[in-house]
């Protein structure tokens, strides 16, 4: 596949990376992502085979919901003005499915309706499980562990990234960005 460049022109200050290479920027670790699917696939079948095992058809139907509203709006209002849209990115490569289903947006800032819709459908998402599984102490404790998991993993992985690599000022907004720029140091 071309980028579109004249490959056979290379620059000798250049490093050995291709044009497409250097446009596709760095890659998350597969292994590491693996891991993080893993524990992300493993939350969420706890959550799906609990709410049925516990007949919580309502929590259920909420939750996917909640799901239709994370992978809808917020990826256009968010992810399509991201720099990471398009690419593999570390939040689960969702940049790369939002390219798939909506088209990029340049010039405009997500503002606060597309952080609001990313807040409720993802406490919909982790709480409404949590909810019907209060029953069950011994599932509930397993999927809490889990998805605790998921989350560390996001913020010590994605969040970690985002805020060393980002250059859009309006993720100055998201707290974990945030906390992330004054670990590293970074102004």
Known sequence: MSCGNDHGKADSRRSTMTCCDAQAGPHPSPLLMALRFAAFVAGVLTALWGMVKERKFKHLA???????????????????????????????????????LFPRVEGK????????????????????????LRGNRKLLARYLATMNAVLLGQFLHACRYCAANSTQEWKNVCPAHRTWKKILKLS
């Open 62 to 100: 909420v939750w996917l919901g909640g799901w239709a509203l994370f992978l809808t709006w917020p990826r256009y209002l968010i992810c399509s003005r991201c720099e990471g849209y398009g690419n593999m990115c570390y939040s689960y490569y969702i940049g790369k499915y939002t390219s798939m």
């Open 109 to 132: 800032e997500p503002g606060n309706l597309g952080l609001v819709q990313e807040v409720v459908s993802l406490s919909t998402i982790f709480w409404t499980p949590a909810l019907a």
